[in-house]
């Protein structure tokens, strides 16, 4: 049995987020949902999280999950507004321990223990659990981050960032924790699914030539035409080419903002002295 899925692309941080339903039981997932966050003046809305939940409504959907792929650099997470909504359990790879104690030092977030809270739910590779009567199977895709999960249902995998759409690429692999050689190794672990199997990508930055967004491709696709790692292309290339590349990037606009909240599973620091929530930003850090 396959999952309905409904795509949801937030124009601001190119990110993608999914509704996940099971059709015989109406029990859903919402995978990587965005908190809408605008650095200029500081201000957060729920407006995208919100068109999800008015999916999940129309649909007569209930939300048992919230899926997180990663704790993403480039924009914060909607989980705590949709559990608040929906009583759903938020879930992300176990290595999320090992982010938090990478990037507590940054933020010096002396509450968050390093032991996976506050996310209610820390899921091991291969682990399975359910989403009415589908399964989800999680495999631990590290290298982009350290904690990187890519969720499968039935033929579709929800790859969080490890690949791009075939004409742009692959995640980059140079944030703490992030390494070039794992990435290869979890993407060649997805591509060794069944060819038809349905890759559903967490970001699209449209390639050089591209006019419409897209997100879903198949491991045939990726396998042939990848411009980073289609077959043949060794782990010594890959390793190279992403390096160089990584040289060039500059950090996400959102970068500190988003992995101070989403390593507390969304949740904002606790308030300062003055009973007020301030973000942290740590001059020459990163
Ligand atoms: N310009 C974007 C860059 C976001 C970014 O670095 N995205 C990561 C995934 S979180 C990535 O892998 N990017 C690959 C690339 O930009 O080529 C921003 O500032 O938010
Ligand atoms: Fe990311």
Known sequence: MNPDIQAFFDEATFTISYLVS????????????????????GRTSTASAA??????????????????????????SAAVFLKGKTGAKVVIGEHIRDVQRVFRPVFNATDVAGDGTPFD???????AFALGE???????TPGHTPAC????IGDNVFVGDTLFMPDYGTARADFPGGDAATLYRSIRKLLALPPQTTLWMCHDYLAPGRKDYAW???????RSGNVHIHDGVSEDAFVTMRRTR??????????????QVNIRAGHMPPPDGDGNVYLKIQVDRL
């Open 246 to 259: 990584d040289k060039t990037l500059a950090m996400p606009v959102l970068i500190l903002p988003s992995v």
């Open 51 to 76: 068109r999800i939940l008015a999916a999940a409504a129309q649909n007569g959907l209930s939300v048992d999950w919230i899926l997180e792929t990663h704790a993403h650099a480039d924009h914060l």
């Open 134 to 140: 589908l399964t989800v199977e999680v495999m631990h």
């Open 149 to 152: 999960v890519s969720y499968r």
């Open 121 to 127: 739910v820390l899921l091991k590779d291969g682990e």
């Open 22 to 41: 099971d059709p015989a039981t109406r029990r859903a997932a919402i995978v990587d949902p965005v908190l809408d966050y605008d650095p200029r003046s």
């Open 216 to 222: 879903k491709t198949t491991v045939a696709a990726e």
